[in-house]
């Protein structure tokens, strides 16, 4: 049976507990965790992906790294700021199920750059923004980022 423990802080009666993890699903360490069964082969296997805490994190700290308030502040340091803690996040959790969680912080972050760059320029309709500033543009002309939305491995066995 695979059970898993997690002890966080001493004292704390609602985080030390253990857990059947083929029953429930638990978060530890920034993931959550939990059994199974694959689409094609029926076999359980471990599914790993983001916690909706360790996204919604994410996702507030690139909202206050793009906020209305540092329009004055040069694109480029706003872009590089967003681009070392896009990088840090990724390089943690992309890891094996993590490709909607990584979909959604890239939407997030294409759509928060896009937000402070109409507020940068004075473009009050979105459809003009979304024209104006089109998803190619934030890559190619301001060097944001390119969350992958792609597991890097093929399968979630070993070859033999």
């Not at 944001?144 to 890097?152: E, F, I, N, S, W």
């Amino acid at each position: 049976m695979l059970e898993a423990t997690t002890i966080l802080t001493q004292g704390d009666e609602a985080k030390n507990h253990t857990v059947d993890a083929t029953k429930a699903s638990f978060n530890f360490l920034g993931f959550t965790l939990r059994m199974s069964q694959g689409i094609r082969t029926g076999k359980p296997y471990p599914h790993v992906c983001p916690a909706d805490k360790s996204l919604k994190k994410i996702k507030a700290k690139l909202t206050a790294m793009t906020g209305r308030e540092l329009t004055p502040i040069p694109v480029e340091m706003i872009v590089g700021n967003v681009n070392r803690s896009l990088k840090g996040w990724v390089n943690y959790f992309h890891y094996r199920n993590s490709n909607q969680g990584m979909e959604k912080v890239k939407a997030h972050t294409e759509q928060r750059m896009r937000t402070h760059l109409m507020k940068r320029h004075k473009v009050k309709d979105r459809g003009i923004g979304e024209g104006r500033f089109p998803s190619v543009e934030l890559y190619r002309r301001y060097g944001l980022y390119k969350v992958p939305t792609a597991a890097g491995w093929k399968s979630a066995h070993a070859s033999a």
